[in-house]
């Protein structure tokens, strides 16, 4: 049994890494090659289950069985995650202005603050604001039982997909959400993908039952085949149209990141410490917070490389074999400056929160 567990915490940190890559990928094509999201063949698919996987895997290991609540823990626990997401990301979106973009500081600092993505810096600082309301809830409700508590994140879950879907209804609710706070707050982000995180929360929390889904017949054939369709109509047919085809893309969002889930679970033997590939996507996987504030620091500025590409659209391969290989060598130099600048315990701790 504790065999199984440790194999399964090593396949969530692989499968975390593969995600940063993705992740990195991304940003290449966008912001170093300079592509057209309307054109490119990688941009679009790749935006579908990118995120959504950092947040479920977020949102899964938050949850811990045995973890009891008390004014103490909860204090202990939240102070050590605002340290952690909060200075590090100030750190590096200041350097960020400094190097990479061409206004002044205070003009730059303040751009970004007005933008809900904080020129990529928004990540952290999201999963902040979703752990903070994870736990206030959870240390609400377990005073009632576990039932209690259970049944209080999947409530949740409604709620926070209700919020979700509301982004998307301007002509029937109205842009209710471009208001300075949900900008300079960026909860707007938060209620984007807060479903996603306390999805895998309520996936560990029932992880035998999910398991056995995940196992039963048929299913992985239903996942693939919905994934399909919805990427499809997205991509292709367009027959959801206005505000209705946010449907078919959440549902690409859903069954695509199941589908990488269920990959990495079913495959969890060859992402193992005994692996090459698993102790490489590991090793990506337990560092992504290094990675994700030094990578766009990295990025290049090849627009040749994006004009080409969207001239010879769409190729697919071709696209995601050039942001992919430009993205692990980005990785690598990442991991060699954090491994430097982890040399002093001090930045280990505060850059880094380790």
């Known amino acids: 049994m504790e065999e199984t567990k440790t194999q399964r915490l090593q396949w969530l940190d692989a499968m975390r890494g593969f995600t940063m890559i993705l992740v990195v990928a991304y940003h290449v094509a966008q912001s170093g090659f300079m592509e057209s999201e309307k054109i490119s063949a990688s941009l679009p698919f790749l935006?579908?289950?990118?995120?959504?996987?950092?947040?479920?895997?977020?949102?899964?290991?938050?949850?811990?069985?045995?973890?009891?609540?008390?004014?103490?823990?909860?204090?202990?626990?939240?102070?050590?995650?605002?340290?952690?997401?909060?200075?590090?990301?100030?750190?590096?979106?200041?350097?960020?202005?400094?190097l990479r973009t061409s206004y002044t500081f205070d003009v730059g600092f303040m751009r970004a603050m007005k933008t809900p993505t904080k020129d990529g810096y928004w990540f952290t600082w999201v999963l902040l604001q979703m752990f903070l309301i994870y736990y206030v809830v959870a240390a609400l409700?377990?005073?009632?039982?576990?039932?209690?508590?259970?049944t209080a994140i999947i409530s949740?879950?409604?709620?926070?997909?209700?919020?979700?879907?509301?982004?998307?209804?301007p002509h029937t609710l109205g842009k209710w959400y471009k208001t300075d706070f949900m900008m300079y707050s960026s909860f707007y982000e938060t209620m984007k993908f807060m479903h996603f995180f306390l999805l895998g929360n309520i996936v560990h929390r029932f992880w035998p039952s999910v398991q056995r889904l995940f196992d039963a017949k048929g299913f992985?054939?239903?996942?693939?085949?919905?994934?399909?369709?919805?990427?499809?109509?997205i991509f292709r047919w367009h027959f959801i149209k206005h505000e209705?085809?946010?449907?078919?893309?959440?549902?690409?969002?859903?069954?695509?990141?199941?589908?990488?889930?269920?990959?990495?679970?079913?495959?969890?033997?060859?992402?193992?410490q005994q692996t090459r590939i698993g102790r490489g996507l590991q090793?990506?996987?337990?560092?992504?917070?290094?990675v994700y504030l030094l990578h766009f620091l990295l990025l290049?500025?090849?627009?040749?490389?994006?004009?080409?590409?969207?001239?010879?659209?769409?190729?697919?391969?071709?696209?995601?074999?050039?942001?992919?290989?430009?993205?692990?060598i980005i990785i690598a130099f990442?991991?060699?400056?954090?491994e430097i600048l982890r040399i002093s315990p001090f930045l280990k701790k505060y850059l880094f929160g380790r």
């Open 141 to 150: 409700f377990q005073r009632f039982g576990k039932r209690t508590e259970h």
């Open 283 to 290: 090793y990506i996987g337990t560092r992504t917070l290094d």
């Open 334 to 338: 990442c991991l060699l400056i954090s």
């Open 47 to 98: 935006v579908l289950f990118r995120m959504p996987l950092f947040f479920f895997v977020s949102g899964f290991l938050a949850y811990k069985a045995n973890w009891l609540w008390t004014p103490q823990s909860f204090a202990s626990l939240t102070w050590k995650k605002i340290k952690v997401q909060v200075l590090p990301t100030l750190v590096f979106l200041c350097v960020f202005i400094v």
């Open 244 to 272: 209705w085809t946010n449907i078919p893309k959440t549902l690409a969002m859903y069954t695509l990141m199941l589908i990488v889930v269920m990959y990495f679970r079913h495959h969890q033997d060859r992402f193992t």
């Open 220 to 233: 992985f054939l239903i996942t693939v085949v919905l994934a399909y369709l919805c990427c499809a109509d």
């Open 300 to 328: 290049p500025k090849l627009p040749e490389v994006g004009k080409w590409l969207n001239d010879h659209h769409p190729n697919f391969v071709i696209d995601i074999v050039l942001s992919v290989g430009m993205a692990l």
């Open 156 to 169: 949740l879950w409604v709620i926070s997909l209700g919020a979700y879907v509301s982004l998307y209804l």
